[in-house]
């Protein structure tokens, strides 16, 4: 599984920006992919994912109501649209492959956690400044 991530960029707090996150084969087919960050000294969160088998959608609170995950099977593409961008959102954000990947999955990571993510790509890195 090879996944790239890209889009990052400066912008100003309360803008936009997507993200993308680029696979090959049938890794949609077979994986949920998830995004995450990672601030400097801080860890790594999970903010979003979208399940492979249903098309269910797990958002953290944190970016939940602000942050969109989507896909487009023919461009082998898992999107990240970011909106009301804040300082705090600024990261290097990666996205991964769940090799679990489990159905209904709107509160699984919650439960769960992200320990069965894998394949992780180049990051991409969103600063929030103005």
């Known amino acids: 599984v090879q996944l790239q991530a890209s889009g990052g960029g400066l912008v100003q707090p309360g803008g936009s920006l997507r993200l993308s996150c680029a696979t090959t084969g049938r890794t949609l087919d077979y994986y949920n992919i998830g995004w995450f960050r990672q601030a400097p000294g801080s860890e790594r969160e999970g903010i979003a994912a979208?399940?492979?088998?249903?098309?269910?959608?797990y958002y953290a609170d944190s970016v939940r109501g602000r942050f969109t995950i989507s896909r487009d099977d023919a461009k082998k593409t898992v999107y990240l649209q970011m909106d009301s961008l804040k300082p705090e959102d600024t990261a290097v954000y990666y996205c991964?492959?769940?090799?679990?990947?489990?159905?209904?999955?709107?509160?699984?990571?919650?439960?769960?956690?992200?320990?069965?993510?894998?394949?992780w790509g180049q990051g991409t890195l969103v600063t929030v400044s103005s």
């Open positions: 979208i399940s492979a088998m249903d098309y269910s959608i």
């Open positions: 991964a492959a769940d090799a679990y990947s489990p159905r209904e999955i709107q509160n699984y990571y919650t439960d769960y956690g992200f320990a069965n993510f894998r394949s």
